[in-house]
């Protein structure tokens, strides 16, 4: 039976505490499909896949060394060579019918294209971000892959026009555990307690923790009763320390708190424990993976109304806002704070658009569509 080899970005080990987006999405979405395996420059066995369906590929941590000496766009030949001596050592070991499903590297994705072409496998690319955009004219021409696929509509529309002789083109969003993320069985929406605002993810300035900070600041001037408690850290799985987080801490109201880093059944009982989810992009967040997981535990979200942060909500779910307002953003919070019933409104609709869209079954359905119309057109 013919295999497809999912090839993780230099930077991302397949593991539940120190990977990011692509490792939950893989694990997620591939976990019971036996045909799936799983190569990265590292992994461990947090996610508990099998342990011949994980292949470690040494020369990706190579190339992310290689790739931070020679990073000028002057090298990108010299860094596709590179890659595409790691990939003919790989490419040895397919069957004749096994398919290469990239994710969010072009630059593997014209590597393995190149490499392919003589073994006659075919390789798909599917796009977390918008990396696609940078990829200088000339070079797009290489990028001789048969499919692509994107998180979001969002995603697909600006990148698409530019690769126009690919022939399949899908969206596969990302989705959550539905085992680990689910409703609190109490419900913290009854208005009981003070409500508590939770932000999920990097604490990096596109993120946009500090406008959120600002809003608290705003709501605590005006006496509004509520608490915002933040989660991450600088990457994923990394406490280190940085300028952008040192200064949050430092000029935070008394009505924020940051607590540590967690992942999992950890992490689900955050969203669980919280009344109100934000999530405060400042950039075109391709998705937001934590505004599914907030649906799928039944909480309202305000979010901004930047790249494909709609389409998730356009059944409801949310209040969405402009990007880098903490006047709106505060406005927001604040109409959902002072309004129980308005809650449980969003957080219903939210919660039903997850269990139609977002449940990983939904998300493994979508993608074997795709892998079964490249094998149709082998």
């Known amino acids: 039976?013919?295999?497809?080899?999912?090839?993780?970005?230099?930077?991302?080990?397949?593991?539940?505490?120190?990977?990011?987006?692509?490792?939950?999405?893989?694990?997620?979405?591939?976990?019971?499909?036996?045909?799936?395996?799983?190569?990265?420059?590292?992994?461990?066995?947090?996610?508990g896949f099998p342990k011949n369906r994980v292949v470690t590929l040494a020369g990706e941590e190579k190339y992310l060394e290689f790739s931070k000496i020679f990073k000028s766009r002057l090298f990108i030949d010299l860094r596709l060579t590179f890659l595409r001596r790691i990939f003919m050592r790989f490419v040895e070991r397919l069957g004749k019918e096994d398919i290469v499903y990239i994710h969010n590297r072009p630059d593997f994705g014209i590597a393995m294209s190149s490499v392919c072409r003589k073994s006659g496998n075919k390789v798909a690319l599917h796009m977390h971000n918008s990396h696609l955009l940078s990829v200088p004219p000339p070079y797009r021409r290489r990028l001789n892959v048969q499919a692509l696929a994107f998180c979001s509509d969002f995603l697909r529309s600006e990148s698409r026009p530019?690769?126009?002789?690919?022939?399949?083109?899908?969206?596969i969003p990302n989705g959550a555990d539905e085992h680990c993320f689910f409703p609190s069985a109490n419900g913290s929406l009854n208005g009981t307690h003070k409500p508590v605002i939770l932000f999920v993810g990097r604490l990096v300035p596109d993120k946009g923790v500090h406008i959120l900070i600002e809003a608290m600041r705003k709501l605590e001037q005006k006496g509004v009763r509520a608490s915002a408690?933040?989660?991450?850290?600088?990457?994923?799985?990394?406490?280190?320390?940085?300028?952008?987080?040192?200064?949050?801490?430092?000029?935070?109201?008394?009505?924020?708190?940051?607590?540590?880093?967690?992942?999992?059944?950890?992490?689900?009982?955050?969203?669980?424990?919280?009344?109100?989810?934000?999530?405060?992009?400042?950039?075109?967040?391709?998705?937001?993976?934590?505004?599914?997981?907030?649906?799928?535990?039944?909480?309202?979200?305000?979010?901004?109304?930047?790249?494909?942060?709609?389409?998730?909500?356009?059944?409801?779910?949310?209040?969405?806002?402009?990007?880098?307002?903490?006047?709106?953003?505060?406005?927001?919070?604040?109409?959902?704070?002072?309004?129980?019933?308005?809650?449980?409104?969003?957080?219903?609709?939210?919660?039903n658009a997850f269990q139609r869209r977002y449940r990983w079954s939904e998300i493994h359905r979508r993608y074997r569509?795709?892998?079964?119309?490249?094998?149709r057109a082998a």
């Not at 952008?244 to 967690?262: R, W």
Request: with cysteine; proline share 6%; hydrophobic share 40%.
């Open 162 to 171: 530019l690769f126009p002789n690919v022939p399949l083109a899908e969206v």
């Open 229 to 351: 408690r933040i989660i991450g850290s600088v990457d994923f799985g990394y406490r280190s320390p940085s300028n952008y987080l040192s200064k949050l801490k430092q000029n935070k109201p008394s009505n924020v708190e940051f607590g540590d880093y967690v992942t999992g059944e950890a992490l689900a009982h955050e969203y669980r424990s919280a009344t109100i989810f934000c999530a405060p992009s400042v950039w075109d967040e391709p998705f937001g993976m934590v505004n599914v997981e907030a649906m799928a535990t039944k909480l309202p979200v305000v979010a901004t109304n930047v790249g494909g942060i709609p389409e998730i909500f356009k059944d409801g779910g949310g209040i969405l806002v402009d990007s880098g307002s903490s006047d709106q953003l505060a406005d927001a919070l604040e109409v959902l704070i002072n309004n129980p019933a308005k809650r449980k409104e969003l957080g219903d609709a939210g919660y």
């Open 369 to 375: 569509r795709l892998i079964d119309s490249l094998y």
């Open 1 to 47: 039976m013919p295999n497809v080899y999912h090839v993780l970005s230099e930077t991302e080990p397949f593991s539940l505490e120190f990977g990011g987006a692509l490792s939950r999405w893989a694990a997620n979405a591939l976990r019971d499909d036996d045909e799936s395996i799983i190569v990265c420059p590292s992994a461990d066995d947090s996610y």
